[in-house]
């Protein structure tokens, strides 16, 4: 009775592990989706998403090192095993019942080539045990080297890439067939878990990983003490393609996300090329992590976020966060924050287009009456001043006579032209920044500004092509649109020229040499700093702060995100090489014979005065 009660047990645990046992010649296709891959503006890699298949390899492609690299780490006796190998297994399991915890995994290359081709990643014992079982089918119907080839070709490499080809080509920039034994360890090591040891996140991680396979192929004797000691010893982190640095995935997210409104959907692979500058994101990211070694904790300042654009609206540089592994949320494109006083030049261009002058005078002083009654940054008030000297020094209770003077209406109508989807309340308090906006929006005002009064429409895709080369997008210069009057602009570019000179609130933000102009902003209880500015070429916009809205430790603009502005843009201008020519020929500041006069006389303190002052721009 017991014997056929055994029985019965067995044939149940029989059918219940066999009933639906997949079929051998029905392979399950890959899970993977067409690759869209993103370009530099020079054709260098920023990202990939989806699936890259490479060439399928043959064991004639496939390197000595490769071979033996990974089976020194995934399975070192699978040529004498029948499958499953018992001895590994074992040892799997005493390790992880030594640790408590899962530390080894007893799967045989075999193994998880019948979980990729047949069964689910499950971790179940029925789906062990099946894995098991195909696995035995497999060995029995394929020979060793057709086992190897057929997982090396599908295994996942991390950064979409499918099979070892396409991680070669992915990581080195060559054919499997080209690869040397570091080269193999690395990518061996990936397999251990790709996006972790992943050269393109974490290069340093790859090289110690590396090393370690290194150290296990000598220990199963497939290369000798010496030659693994050399390569130990000359190992450097992968040599990727130039990436155009750490945080450029803010960047290629934001365009991923513009790429169905320019095509239809497709199953085709896809190649976006963009306006990225990989000389200016690797020296945005660079000066960024110097400062931020510099900022005391005490401080409290935990995000920044920083975005370039060229005199057309190319964004050529782009920041959204200190850690892109830590949070993918794109401070420069997604936060709405209160952009502080980094919002009054759109009041006072409001002002010059009502016929005041950067000399027209304002009382500042304390606010006395109605029910909106701001103060100046310390308490501090200057009495009768200019419209330039109270741009200059951010003066609150000025900006407020003179939004009060032009009307909040004529201001909204300057905010609608210069392209804020978040149109500012009707309220005084709008002119001091209040309402909340984003760093692209932000910093293409102020390109506006730069660009002598020309609409300017930010945009990151150049071009779009399918998997044969096919185009199936060109980005085309819309045509010049004069929204603002040439002699308003050249005011107020004279009036945020001051406010980077001696005295001025961005005075830490002034290049060495060429053109400066920019304007601070900081917000109540210090819980946005910004920068906005521009040079000859480029238009840079700095915003610093913390996710949940805490307050700094009196951070102002002017103080770190001045300091970063200076800090890199100073190196641009001082780099030999061209950025990004934009496909506009639109110069940066108009080069008309007036315009050029106004600026002449500005450069000299001269201003405009009396019937010099410009006419009212009426639209």
């Avoid at 499953?84 to 992880?96: E, Q, S």
């Avoid at 080509?169 to 690869?179: D, E």
């Amino acid at each position: 009775m017991f014997i056929l009660l055994c029985f019965s047990v067995f044939c149940a645990g029989a059918v219940y592990f066999l009933y639906d046992l997949p079929d051998m010649d029905k392979v399950k296709p890959l899970d993977t989706r067409p690759s869209i891959v993103v370009l530099a503006d020079d054709g260098t890699l920023i990202a990939r998403y989806g699936g890259l298949q490479g060439d399928v390899v043959t064991m004639k492609d496939v390197p000595a090192s490769l071979k033996y690299a990974v089976m020194a780490v995934e399975d070192r006796r699978f040529y004498s095993h029948f499958g499953i190998d018992p001895i590994g297994l074992t040892r799997a399991m005493w390790t992880n019942l030594r640790e408590r915890r899962w530390v080894q995994g007893g799967s045989t290359i075999t193994q998880q080539l019948a979980k990729n081709l047949f069964l689910t990643p499950d971790k179940t014992l029925r789906r062990k045990v099946q894995e098991a079982l195909m696995a035995l089918r497999i060995e029995h119907k394929y020979t060793k080297d057709e086992i190897l080839l057929a997982y090396l070709n599908r295994v996942y490499f991390g950064d979409g890439a499918y099979g070892v080809d396409a991680a070669a080509k992915t990581y080195f920039n060559k054919p499997a067939s080209k690869l040397n034994l570091y080269e193999s360890a690395v990518l061996a090591g990936l397999l251990k878990a790709p996006s972790h040891f992943s050269p393109s996140n974490n290069p340093d991680l790859a090289m110690a990983r590396a090393k370690v396979v290194i150290k296990t192929m000598e220990e199963a004797g497939y290369i000798d003490a010496k030659r693994a000691a050399w390569v130990i010893k000359s190992a450097r982190p992968p040599g990727l393609k130039p990436m155009s640095g750490d945080l450029n995935r803010y960047f290629a997210d934001w365009v991923i996300g513009q790429v169905d409104g320019f095509i239809s959907s497709t199953s085709s692979d896809i190649t976006v090329k963009t306006t990225l500058d990989p000389k200016l994101q690797l020296m945005a990211e660079s000066k960024q992590r110097a400062l931020f070694k510099k900022i005391p904790p005490k401080d409290n300042v935990t995000q920044a976020a920083l975005l370039t654009e060229a005199p057309d609206g190319a964004v050529l540089a782009m920041i959204g966060g200190v850690d892109y592994g830590d949070s993918q949320f794109n401070r420069a494109t997604q936060a709405l924050r209160q952009p502080g006083s980094s919002f009054k030049p759109f009041v006072y261009l409001a002002a010059l287009e009502a016929g005041l002058a950067p000399d027209t005078k304002i009382e500042d002083a304390p606010i006395t009456e109605g029910k909106y009654r701001p103060e100046n940054y310390g308490n501090e008030y200057y009495g009768t001043v200019t419209l330039t000297e109270a741009l200059k020094h951010s003066m609150n209770t000025a900006t407020i006579r003179l939004l009060k003077l032009v009307g909040v209406e004529k201001f909204v109508e300057v905010a609608v032209r210069m392209g804020f989807t978040h149109v500012p309340k009707p309220e005084l308090s709008a002119g001091l920044g209040a309402d909340e906006v984003n760093l692209l929006e932000l910093t293409n005002a102020y390109a506006i500004i730069a660009n002598g009064g020309t609409a300017v429409w930010p945009y990151a895709v150049l071009s779009i092509k399918d998997g044969e080369g096919h185009l199936l997008y060109q980005h085309e210069p819309p045509l010049p649109l004069q929204i603002f009057a040439s002699h308003d602009i050249a005011n107020l570019d004279g009036m945020l020229s001051e406010v980077v000179m001696p005295g001025g609130t961005g005075e830490a933000a002034r290049l060495s040499h060429g053109r400066t102009a920019g304007k601070t902003g900081t917000t109540q209880n210090y819980r946005d700093a910004w920068f906005i500015g521009y040079s000859d070429r480029l238009v840079t916009g700095v915003w610093m702060g913390n996710d949940d809205g805490t307050s700094m430790s009196h951070v102002t603009g002017g103080k770190y995100p001045a300091q970063l502005w200076h800090n890199y843009m100073e190196e641009v201008i001082n780099f030999n090489t061209p950025v990004f020519v934009p496909e506009s020929t639109q110069p940066l500041v108009p080069a008309d014979s007036e315009f050029s006069d106004m600026l002449n006389r500005w450069s000299s303190g001269s201003g405009f005065t009396g019937d010099d002052a410009p006419p009212v721009y009426n639209r």
